[in-house]
């Protein structure tokens, strides 16, 4: 069975410059975490879909991110535009209905702003 | 608030040396989860165990082994015989009720295990 895929796994942008991240959870997985990860740092959320409702984008910097999961399967994730304070990991994970489970984490998009 | 503590920030050790990882959580949930994850240099994050907030019986799998105490708010961590492949970041996580069971992570321990 695939693992959670994401795409690209590295970038490197000027600030200003828009990017955007992919996320193809596991098969049947209906919850998506986006989550942030700075150098040194356990990551941190970002957003969480339970299909394709945002459920809980209170940590999400909404002046210049965005993410959308239409029709409840993969994701994206936007900066517009970026900023050299975004240059960080950004890792897709999904879990099952049954919260309990564990989450499965993808490789991540390592950007880099300069 | 940080609510997953983990004090050690690198911890080195040299191979077949046990090692203990710490970690230390709260929250006024009464349900709640607990998480190890490895990140290897290659930088995926590796689901090591999952434990939940009524089943305090620890926990040994191969040379791996978790110590759930409620009483202190712990969840540490034990390679026994560590061996170089186990050098990598480990984070310990919480997730709780009230936050959808998102995982709130620890800062990670980074450990080094040399020949």
């Known amino acids: 069975e695939a693992g959670v895929v994401q795409s690209p796994r590295y970038k490197i942008i000027e600030k200003k410059q828009p990017v955007a991240f992919w996320c193809n959870p596991i098969?049947?997985?209906?919850?998506l975490y986006w989550y942030l990860q700075n150098l040194g740092q356990g990551p941190e959320l970002l957003i969480r879909?339970?299909?394709?409702?945002?459920?809980?984008d209170s940590q999400l910097p909404k002046d210049r991110f965005s993410a959308e999961r239409l029709k409840g399967v993969d994701s994206t994730l936007k900066i517009q535009p970026a900023e050299l304070g975004d240059s960080a990991v950004y890792l897709c994970?999904?879990?099952?209905?049954?919260?309990?489970?564990?989450?499965?984490f993808g490789q991540g998009t390592r950007l880099t702003v300069v | 608030a940080q609510k997953v503590t983990q004090a050690q920030t690198e911890i080195s050790v040299v191979e077949k040396e046990d090692v203990t990882l710490d970690c230390v959580y709260e929250?006024?949930?009464?349900?709640?989860?607990l998480f190890w994850y490895k990140q290897p240099p290659s930088g995926e994050l590796v689901f090591l165990i999952r434990?939940?907030?009524?089943?305090?019986q620890n926990e040994i799998s191969g040379r791996y082994s978790w110590n759930f105490q409620k009483s202190t708010s712990s969840f540490n961590f034990t390679i026994t015989a560590s061996q170089v492949v186990d050098s990598a970041v480990y984070f310990c996580?919480?997730?709780?009720?009230?936050?959808?069971?998102?995982?709130?992570f620890g800062k990670g321990t980074s450990l080094l295990v040399t020949p």
């Open positions: 929250t006024r949930d009464t349900t709640y989860y």
């Open positions: 434990r939940n907030s009524f089943d305090e």
């Open positions: 994970a999904s879990s099952s209905r049954d919260t309990n489970t564990e989450a499965f």
């Open positions: 996580a919480l997730s709780e009720v009230n936050s959808g069971y998102a995982l709130n």
């Open positions: 098969s049947g997985h209906n919850t």
């Open positions: 879909y339970e299909n394709e409702e945002a459920v809980d």
